[in-house]
């Protein structure tokens, strides 16, 4: 058996939908689907064996109930991830104490896990993007949603963890089955309902001089390499410690949003708007992830260029309707 954790999650779903195409559907899902959103909808073309709300599965990790079960391998991406979230409590409990219990669970049951860290552990980035477990102390998250990353990356690291257990930094993951994630929806999402709507696409401008508006740059990564990344990742004994996902490349706003205009075949029609005060000192206008560590370990598939995974979310999943698992 298979566990994934935040399995109805825009890269939760897209791990399990993974899994299906490797033949797999002996998995267990565990989310919290709430009566707020249409996560659900996520789910419904994937195969699996079993659903459990979050709070149902911490109570039975707990209690004993899957001792002596076969479990292949927890992937844990059971999260709040929210960059705007300010109730420090919530995170606490929900990213760094679950994730310190489901750890535990693992080591101490010889279980492979792969859990999500994040690229926002980064910060400003002016220690770099380098997933170097040495430096991590050096590390300071800009919100709240970072920090509880960084607190387990940290905790895990303190308890000699990080050399059984294997940790993901996020890039900035966008494609199907983000529908339900509200103002977290990627800008490429958001293009596509802004141009279909509108047939323009609102941007920041930028606040500093050394950045044109639009030129703020961003590694973005496509779902589906990132789940290619993390079945890598989890298939490899060697893979131990902090590994970004990211496209290790730093790719700009308007390159985004020109490529939905091009999948769209519409003209490219951009306007920039000021961004919110609250969110100004906090703005990344740089971030590229690092991945050779990644590649020293073996893994050598090609990564989608922007443009084609643009393409490739707009026209064969927002424009149809269709979920990952509908091919």
């Known amino acids: 058996m298979f566990i994934v954790t935040g399995g109805a999650g825009l890269i939760g779903s897209a791990m ?25 909808k996520n789910l419904a073309p994937l195969k699996f064996d079993d659903y459990l709300e979050r709070g149902d ?35 606490i409990d929900n990213n760094f104490r679950y994730t310190a219990m489901v750890a535990q669970y693992c ?9 999500a860290s994040s690229c926002a552990t980064y910060g400003d980035g002016s220690q770099g993007y380098d997933d170097d477990e040495s430096t991590i102390e050096n590390l300071r998250p800009l919100n709240m949603y970072g920090y ?5 990356d940290l905790w895990a690291k303190r308890r000699g963890m990080l050399g059984e257990i294997t940790g993901c930094k996020f890039s900035n993951i966008y494609g199907p089955n983000e529908r339900h ?6 800008v ?22 050394e950045y044109a508006d639009g030129e703020q740059l961003r590694d973005f990564l496509y779902v589906k390499d990132a789940v290619k990344m993390v079945e890598f990742l989890f298939n490899n004994p060697k893979a131990s ?8 490349v730093a790719e700009s706003w308007n390159h985004l949003v020109t490529a939905a205009f091009n999948a769209l075949k519409k003209p490219v029609n951009i306007e920039y708007i000021d961004m919110p005060e609250s969110l100004r000192d906090r703005y990344q206008y740089y971030t590229c992830a690092k991945i050779s560590k990644l590649r020293a370990l073996g893994y050598n598939e090609k990564i989608m260029s922007l443009d084609e995974a643009v393409a490739d979310y707009l026209v064969n999943y927002l424009e149809t309707g ?3 698992g509908d091919e």
Request: with cysteine.
């Open 16 to 40: 399990v939908w993974q899994l299906n195409k490797a033949g797999i559907s002996d998995i267990l899902v565990v989310d919290h689907l709430g009566n707020t959103t249409d996560k659900w």
């Open 57 to 91: 599965f911490r109570e039975k990790l707990l209690a004993g109930f899957f001792d002596g079960r076969k479990i292949e391998g927890i992937i844990h991406f059971g999260a709040c991830s929210s960059t705007t979230e300010r109730d420090a409590s919530y995170l």
């Open 107 to 115: 080591v101490d049951h010889h279980i492979r896990l792969v859990y």
């Open 148 to 152: 509880s990353k960084q607190l387990f």
């Open 181 to 186: 994630k509200a103002n977290m929806r990627s």
């Open 188 to 209: 490429a999402l958001r293009s596509w309902e802004q141009i279909s709507a509108t047939g323009k696409m609102e941007l920041f401008r930028s606040y500093k001089p």
């Open 241 to 248: 410690g902090l590994f970004n996902i990211g496209s290790g």
């Open 322 to 324: 269709s979920y990952l």
